[in-house]
């Protein structure tokens, strides 16, 4: 991994400059909204209130994307559960 490329101060402090996140809420998680984001980013946006700035840093066919693949899944779940399989 990344930890044996790098001594153990380097990765330290590597470490603490990105976040791994999700583009949406991470209650909505679908591998296809996670994202590496720098912390600074991260912290900033951490409450989802700044949707229009995350949209725009993320690209709007991104968000898009997670939007749709997370309505699809929802909708499989919801189909699921009324056919008794969940």
Known sequence: GLEDALTARQY????RLWK??????EYELVIEAVVLRPF???YRWKGRREKAEIKRYTGHARFKHVGSTVHAAS?????????GVL
């Open 75 to 83: 909708v499989r779940l919801r189909n699921m559960e009324r056919m």
């Open 20 to 25: 791994v996140d999700t583009v949406l809420s």
């Open 40 to 42: 600074e980013l991260y």
């Open 12 to 15: 330290r402090v590597i470490r």
